[in-house]
């Protein structure tokens, strides 16, 4: 089926690094978002990216939408404890209802 | 964000008996409704997509008699697990489809069923 392949798996940095992750996929996305989920928690949005080379903020979260309309990254700048977590994307076809989601990023944080 | 509840959060029973869990959506209207599991350290996986007054679309090998999910209004989801067993125990999540504001989904906190 359709994959979106998630990178990296997982990131052990310092506070205050700036982080970038990426999904890629070998279909067009007409949507993408990006969810943070805690343990024990539904995922939360971060950001939705509507249109090919969009570039959307969220506080210290920028997201884009590939001009290909095959890839998104996130970017988190000045890493701090509260944002280790699993990030996820997720993207869907132009009329799916449902979301293809990536395989996660688990962010883990040095103080 | 729009708000979407979940209720129970967390679940233990007894084999053999089914537990249903509600999904709503608190400040919009939500024609479509999505139950997924995670199993521990993996992806969310789509059980079934609900759409309001219409039966539910079930992923491939999900079993709609072992699951059922009912959408009767535009803000309350529900999937009952029916016969439970110790296999089904999992995280459950529901999601809503908000397309007034965008088109974006929201999660609801999750249900831990535990099947003893």
Redesign the interface.
């Known amino acids: 089926g359709q994959q979106l392949n998630q990178s990296p798996q997982s990131m052990f940095i310092q506070e205050g690094e700036d982080v970038s992750m990426n999904c890629t996929s070998s279909s067009i996305f007409n949507?993408w978002?990006w969810?943070k989920q805690d343990p024990?928690?539904?995922?939360?949005?971060l950001i939705?990216l509507?249109k090919a080379g969009e570039l959307t903020s969220n506080g210290r979260l920028t997201a884009q939408f590939g001009i290909t309309r095959k890839d998104s990254f996130l970017n988190i700048s000045a890493s701090i404890p509260s944002d280790v977590g699993i990030y996820?994307c997720?993207g869907?076809f132009q009329g799916a209802?449902?979301?293809v989601?990536?395989?996660?990023t688990r962010l883990t944080i040095n103080p | 964000?729009a708000v979407?509840s979940?209720h129970p959060s967390r679940v233990i029973c007894k084999s053999g008996t089914s537990v249903k869990i509600e999904c709503r959506s608190l400040d919009f209207q939500a024609t479509?409704m999505?139950w997924y599991r995670q199993f521990p350290k993996?992806?969310?996986m789509?059980m079934a997509?609900s759409n309001e007054g219409s039966k539910a679309t079930y992923e491939q090998g999900v079993e709609k008699d072992k699951f059922l999910i009912n959408h009767a209004s535009l803000t309350l989801s529900t999937l009952t697990v029916t016969s439970a067993h110790p296999e089904d125990s999992s995280?459950y999540?529901c999601?809503a489809?908000e397309t007034v504001r965008?088109?974006?989904?929201?999660?609801?906190?999750?249900t831990?069923l535990t099947v003893l």
């Open positions: 949507t978002l969810y024990g928690e539904g995922p939360v949005l939705a509507y996820f997720a869907r209802q449902k979301l989601f990536g395989q996660g | 964000g979407v979940q479509t999505f993996q992806s969310l789509l997509t995280f999540i999601s489809r965008g088109d974006e989904q929201f999660f609801g906190p999750g831990r």
